[in-house]
């Protein structure tokens, strides 16, 4: 964690795993490392077979050190298993894979905080060593752990989404501990920074890898007393979610997939919303400040575009003032 | 852990890691399984990224399992080495190498531990999964940490051993924690059996992988008030020790490097002594009952015979009624 105060314009991301990654491997390409901070997700973070696992930041330090899995969506690439092979043999749980070069990241990282260094401390270590320039930071040094209640009852939100592969009906995400815990330090300080230019939330599932945050009071807070316009990128494009469970979450939860919806979940958080060309139609009906461009990232260029597009749309909605930014 | 006593003669060895492992493989080649109960030092234990390492049970088990690795003499056959790959990207500690497979056995131990189950469990499950017949049983289940006195300071046993490949001169040895530590259940049992044959302390170096053992004090009384012969096999051979630091650290603590002062060391807890015939000349000298046999153990076949030749002498002892003995 760097305690200097930075220097210049100042942007911020929030994300979960893939998706979010993705937008943030864009900005991180568009912008100076000191001017980026990633503020990702640990409600799934979880503890297996002894290690503290946390796959969002994984997949994003990942995604921005060049290192994903980009055949698998998650890990690292070229990995092995030869662990796996071990911990089956032994009759330990094989649902939750953990590659033989992907273990040594929760290694590491479960020795750190065994040894009392906070979970930002080591986000910040894994980071210079895989040469990852932004700042990336979880939402929370405190523990958070996503539950969902589903049609097979209340489950630990590893065991619903990689051991049932989100298959229960869900009906309700708790985020225990979010209510007691408090935002990562770095977080607010780039949040109350003077040169903050912009908040972008990225197309990461809202229910799942963003409401986590949002259900920290101190989070809720600081979005709130935002000195910059806050964005948000659809995770919806024609009523789908382009990767993981969102369109299927809002189904059950009783939701239009319709990009109202999420415009309508981030209410009073957000100033303006990112939507894709293919739902242009839908844009008129957004009662606030929107961007209709190309969301889909298939291509670093695709995630490059995308992120100057945030960055620009940012910059018109604070240059018309507090009005349109709030 | 088996709560049923059981049927037939039985018999003990306590043992360290590689050394005693082989007589261990050999004393379970020929004796049936369920008579072989092998008390295996913790002393080595550490905690190491985040992983609770039990060195020597991990020796016994996986050479009794014919799972070990002989070129290297520790881990597992066959072994890879990603994890460490990635461990040394990522800048973590590489001088303790764990393999990708033997890193489920630690995985899979520490998570056990985390959830409240005794070490004893704990290796019970393992040898389970290995397939290992003899109950293989920690010497405690209660945390006991060897650290060495040396001219370089005082180092964990680990550092001293593999982080410095045992080249400081040792001043002493601790057994942190023995003091207040319990034998392990399943040891105590046996130990109390009815129809106990023999205890046969395997050739381990006696400074750093029996002496833990004889540093608990329900240990010592359990030896002393032993119902059948305590033997002791060599771990010196014609002045020096087969494998490990054993000449080293008697010379540096200044003891002769004479099997008399083996035999000194385990005064009044063993009844007869295992010398090697390259050392027949001293069997004269030794103040107790002694067997001089082939103590190197290069081949399948010499671990069976040095197993064979301790039961034996072991059965002789008894026959010679509680003076001989005792």
Request: proline content about 5%; glycine content about 10%.
């Amino acid at each position: 964690m760097s305690g200097a105060a930075k220097a210049g314009e100042q942007w911020v991301a929030l994300c979960g795993g893939v998706g979010g990654a993705k937008l943030a491997l864009g900005l991180s390409r568009v912008l100076p490392a000191e001017r980026l901070t990633i503020i990702v997700n640990t409600g799934d973070d979880f503890r297996h077979l002894g290690m503290h696992v946390s796959p969002d930041i994984d997949t994003v330090l990942y995604t921005l050190a060049g290192l994903s899995n980009t055949e698998l969506g998650w890990g690292l690439a070229g990995e092995t298993w030869r662990f796996m092979e071990g911990v089956e043999r032994l009759g330990g749980p094989a649902w939750f894979r953990l590659g033989d070069q992907d273990l040594a990241t929760h290694a590491i990282r479960t020795a750190m905080l065994t040894e009392g260094r906070s979970l930002s401390e080591v986000t910040a270590y894994l980071a210079g060593r895989l040469g990852v320039g932004p700042t990336v930071v979880p939402m929370s040094d405190d523990a958070i752990a996503t539950e969902v209640d589903t049609d097979e009852g209340t489950l630990a939100f590893q065991t619903y989404f990689v051991g049932r592969r989100a298959a229960p009906v869900v009906k309700a995400i708790r985020f225990v501990g979010a209510s007691k815990a408090e935002p990562a330090r770095a977080a607010v300080e780039v949040l109350a920074a003077d040169d903050l230019a912009g908040i972008i939330i990225c197309p990461s599932n809202p229910w799942l890898s963003i409401d986590p945050l949002l259900a920290i009071p101190g989070w809720r807070a600081l979005l709130a007393e935002r000195r910059a316009p806050c964005i948000a990128v659809t995770p919806l494009v024609g009523g789908q979610a382009i990767k993981g469970p969102t369109a299927k979450i809002m189904a059950e939860l009783g939701l239009p997939l319709d990009v109202a919806a999420i415009v309508d979940h981030y209410a009073r958080l957000i100033d303006g919303f990112v939507l894709d060309a293919v739902d242009n139609d839908r844009a008129g009906a957004l009662k606030l400040p929107n961007l209709v461009t190309n969301t889909m990232m298939r291509t670093l260029e695709d995630r490059t575009a995308l992120a100057e597009a945030c960055l620009g749309f940012c910059r018109r909605l604070r240059e018309r003032g507090p009005e349109a930014a709030r």
